[in-house]
Nanobody, 119 residues
Framework: QVQLVESGGDLVQVGGSLRLSCTAS????????MGWYRQAPGKQRELVAS???????YYADSVKGRFTISRDSAKNTVSLQMNSLKPEDTAVYYC?????????????WGQGTQVTVSS
């Protein structure tokens, strides 16, 4: 059973930093891409950043220059370094992985970790 487990969410003041981590475990053959989504109260879940197997990255415009996504393929881990945090970054952050267990790739999700930015 594939599992994604996040850590690192916390309460932080405006301008502060946090680092989120996510580790994939269980029986799988390959991880293609990994990413971070977030969902604020009353809003839809949105893609924050993603990283492909080739190291290519994507960032939402709202986090460009402040967030950095990285990946350790040997440890099946993806991290999100978040700097210069703003109140609008407050959300539950979810790890996502495009993972192949046999023939096809499927999307797997973590349980979410709360990030709260207080002013």
């Amino acid at each position: 059973q594939v599992q994604l487990v996040e850590s690192g969410g916390d309460l932080v003041q405006v301008g502060g930093s946090l680092r989120l981590s996510c580790t994939a475990s269980g029986g799988f053959l390959e991880i293609r891409s990994m990413g971070w989504y977030r969902q604020a109260p009353g809003k839809q879940r949105e893609l924050v950043a993603s990283i492909g197997g080739d190291g290519s990255t994507y960032y939402a415009d709202s986090v460009k220059g402040r967030f950095t996504i990285s990946r350790d393929s040997a440890k099946n881990t993806v991290s999100l370094q978040m700097n210069s945090l703003k109140p609008e970054d407050t959300a539950v952050y979810y790890c996502n992985g495009d993972i192949r267990t046999w023939v096809l790739f499927h999307a797997y999700w973590g349980q979410g970790t709360q990030v709260t930015v207080s002013s």
